[in-house]
């Protein structure tokens, strides 16, 4: 049992140092010391959770996402772990997913603001990016109607030149008798 104790407080340890080096702005340190704690101490969520956040912060934001399913793989009732999930979907923009995410942790925590705060910039963000593939596929309709256009003209002025080459030959063939 102390042999536990012992590496739960060598985890705790380096997950400090990580929790500091994160405050001084030092993320990739911050990240070795919670990938150190980590793997002394794999079912510690928190460590987990903020290693989410340095990844966030790093534009890792597949690691990222990929810690914060750990978190709450490891912590189901714990809302903070679905704020960093929702937080990395919406990085991904996977925003059905975040505001599902999102969701689920006001179900557990209803009075959390900052999980309020990310669903509300969360769907603004999907209505957002929605609109802006709705214009985007508009603009290359209308691109592409253009080039329709365009061929349908070529075709149909090559189809003029070969009646008009053909007339003229006819003519010249006519001539000759």
């Known amino acids: 049992m102390a042999e536990e104790e012992e590496y739960k407080e060598e985890a705790l340890s380096l997950k400090e140092q990580g929790d500091d080096a994160f405050r ?15 793997d002394i101490d794999p079912d510690n969520h928190i ?3 903020n290693r989410s956040a340095a990844y966030m912060k790093a534009d890792s ?7 914060a399913e750990k978190v709450v793989q490891l912590a189901p009732s714990w809302a903070k772990g679905y704020n960093r999930l929702g937080v990395a979907q919406q990085s991904l923009k996977r925003y059905d997913a975040a505001i599902d995410s999102f969701k689920k942790g006001l179900e557990l925590d209803p009075n ?4 309020w705060d990310a669903l509300k910039a969360c769907q603004e963000a999907y209505e957002a990016d ?5 214009r985007s596929a508009a603009i290359e309709r209308e691109e592409e109607e253009k080039r329709q256009r365009l061929r349908d003209e070529v075709r149909s002025q090559m189809m003029k030149d070969k009646v008009e080459a053909e007339t003229q030959q006819e003519e010249d063939i006519l001539e000759g008798f």
């Open 24 to 38: 001084k702005g030092d993320v990739q340190l911050a990240i070795r010391f919670f990938s150190q704690s980590i």
């Open 47 to 49: 460590t987990y959770s």
């Open 61 to 67: 934001k597949s690691k990222a996402l990929h810690d």
């Open 112 to 115: 959390n603001k900052p999980l």
């Open 130 to 134: 929605k609109r802006e593939r709705f």
